[in-house]
């Protein structure tokens, strides 16, 4: 069962969402709250395994609850909800560590397999605004790097490296890649560290959106 909790200053929104997701068998709503203060206490004492978090709410807004909710307990899968395209919101969300970001006129059927996606740890970023956070961390990459291209950048990477760079974008946990090549998870830990420092990335979703679009990865 996939607990979810819905973070929403809008009541339809949110009733609405509690509607459609307590109908499936595999999720249940242990919470709503209309802002991201009472998310981030609300996540610290229920433990959700999903929360579904609208971007622009009052008292504290998405993107710093995010922050709070992801320092304190990780493991939580967190995507980001709204009605804004919005580059600057996007970026500053999944380089602090949310875990996708859909827009809410999403189809019903389309965000119940994306929670399910993202709570098997599956990256949740539409085309278009992938390729925006691409451009934006190749950009950041290069200028931490000096790098000329990003070819002579993935040079950098061993062909191990790559092996691991490859399931890390497909949504491997360390130990799904340290099962996957027979090394121990302590191993996969050093070699994704050696590749967030050689590509000048520092968090595991920016490199793996990085890494999708250089690897030309589906």
Avoid at 93 to 98: E, K, V
Avoid at 118 to 145: D, M, Q, R
Avoid at 192 to 208: E, F, P, V
């Amino acid at each position: 069962m996939i607990k979810i909790l819905i973070a929403d200053d809008q009541t339809l929104m949110r009733d609405g969402l509690k509607t459609i997701l307590d109908l499936e068998d595999d999720m249940e709503v242990i919470a709503t709250c209309e802002n991201g203060q009472i998310a981030y206490e609300k996540a610290k004492e229920l433990k959700p395994d999903v929360i579904l978090m609208d971007i622009r709410m009052p008292i504290m807004n998405g993107v710093e609850s995010v922050k709070l909710i992801k320092k304190e307990i990780p493991s939580i899968t967190i995507i980001m909800l709204t009605t804004f395209d919005d580059d600057e919101y996007i970026i500053e969300a999944l380089s602090n560590g949310a875990n996708g970001y859909l827009l809410k006129d999403i189809p019903g059927d389309k965000l119940l397999q994306a929670i399910r996606d993202g709570f098997h740890g599956n990256l949740l970023i539409p085309g278009n605004i992938a390729a925006k956070i691409v451009s934006k961390l190749s950009s950041t990459s290069k200028e931490k790097n000096n790098y000329s291209s990003d070819y002579e950048l993935l040079e950098e990477l061993s062909e191990r490296e790559v092996e691991i760079a490859k399931l890390l974008v497909k949504g491997y946990t360390n130990k799904q890649i340290a099962a996957s090549l027979f090394i121990s998870e302590g191993t996969v830990k050093n070699y994704i560290s050696n590749i967030y420092s050689k590509l000048g990335i520092s968090d595991r979703t920016q490199a793996a959106l990085f890494l999708k679009e250089k690897l030309n990865i589906n």
